[in-house]
């Protein structure tokens, strides 16, 4: 299950690994999905960098399973409305176990490559 | 996406064009249209002050909103994650992936049109086939012929689907199926006087084929392929439900009742007047332990004694009859005139409804005239004819019922010196066409019936 991406030329992001990034970026704060966007390729310094549309499946998919709920906040000056996520307590139990995981996948991976 | 209206049109434009491709229930689709829209018009306007101020032009302006949806992704693939966010794997997998959403497809192809027709012939079919099955099919025969028809159906319908949203798969499902069709249509129209209703369908679809291709394949280009692990079952489902009921007769019928669930007595009791001419009085006792469960199906046609279409078969016959010569009968005109008449004629006693026919009692000793009511014709012509034929309804049937049925033979002439072999009576009881028991008696001896071979054409 690979259909978020990077590059092209780039490692693939699993949707698992897509969804654990979000909600890392949302453990910092209340974002919307146009923050999320910009946060994933500013916080990787341009390596994941996706269709900026690719993150709207995934944030209803994990409100959808409860880890996020998101609300609409209005704007000024004729912009359109914002729907703002946050994580739920159940996102941040699955944010620490997939972290956890992530880590031990990571330092396995490090070992075989030996860097 | 026309590039004369304004941004903000383009953009909801753009946003629709997901949602067209997506399958989103219908309580977020309006949250979903306006969050998209909100980050398009945001990447919008950061593009067009990135740009500065000549992005205030109309290139620029242009080029601002080309940026934004560009930058979003192509709205198939968006589409099909929405469908992926809203439901579940197997749905996505499934229904998902052969119907999906797609943009609005404008004029249907006119051999599509024929497709759809021939695929509404099919779901015809189904109905009119499990309507068949549910009036004439046994348990097990009938499950498995309700379950292809309505897999099968599920499939017409999801091909129908699919043809409407101009999917490749639909298409290429109709081939097969038209070739059975044919196959079956043409065995039918050359079995007998039927012909099935979707026969013309498919001989004008063929007949149409050559020209159809091309058409269908601009038509369907836009299609999303499916993997080959749906596309086989679907095909198998599809064919199933042609090839299936067809067969259903000869399927097994595990539930179907055996000669070990019938018990069948008889006996005679004999006496010889003082020219030396035996009267037989024959008496056969008859009991179903159970009873096939719908012998005429769930919806049978009828299960009274005159509306029944399945009967079984109570036959009884006495020998020897010297006059009987088969052989001079196969083949041969019968000389009414020289014909010697029965051997053993069948006396009575005389069913006080039915005349001519045996009585027939039930367990109280009470008459049951259904058994009766098809008394089988005597065809007494040189012996050839059995002295006695019912019809035993299968609605008339109990099980655990002691049925007895009797009968008065009466020898015509004095035996011939080969014909001096002790008087035996022979009584066969045919369930339906599926088995045969049969048990003898003498004047002495009490007989028990055991199953035998199947019915000779004479004795049916």
Known sequence: ?115 | MSAGLAPESRLRAHVQAILERASVPPEHRDDLAEELYGHLWQRWQDAAKSAGPAADGSDGAENSVEAAIRSFGDPGSLGRDFTRAFHSRMYAGTIGALLPAVADLGDEAPDAVMLRLFFGSLLVQDIVLAFVALRTLTPFRLGVTLASLVLSAVVVVLALGALGRAQRWAVRLALPAIAVCLVEGCAELLSGPGIRINLLAVVALIAALPAMGPELAAWTKESHPIRTRLGIPLAALLLGGLLIPPLAPFLPEPTAVGPADLSLHVNAACTVDGSGLTTMTATAQIKWDRLDPWPQGALPVGSDALTSPVFDGLYTTVLPDPSFDLSSYIGATVDVNADPGPYWQFVGPADPNWSGAPVVTGPDGAALPTWVMFQGGTAWSGGLGVPSGLMVPQGTLVAGQLVTVQWVFQQQRPAPASGKNPPMVVVSYAHMDHFLVQGVATCTNAGVGVQVAPLAPWQQ
């Open chain 1, 1 to 115: 299950m690979a259909e978020p991406t990077t590059r092209p030329d780039g490692p693939q992001l699993s949707r698992g690994e897509f969804g654990l990034l979000i909600l890392g970026l949302l453990q910092r704060r209340e974002m919307y999905g146009y923050e999320v966007v910009a946060q994933l390729r500013e916080t990787s310094k341009h390596v994941i960098d996706l269709p900026e549309g690719t993150v709207y499946p995934a944030l209803r998919r994990l409100e959808h399973d409860g880890l996020i709920s998101g609300h609409w906040v209005d704007v000024s000056g004729g912009a359109p409305r914002r729907r703002y996520y946050a994580l739920t307590l159940t996102g941040e139990r699955a944010l620490a176990s997939g972290r956890a995981e992530w880590q031990r996948f990571k330092t396995a991976a490090d070992t075989v490559l030996g860097s």
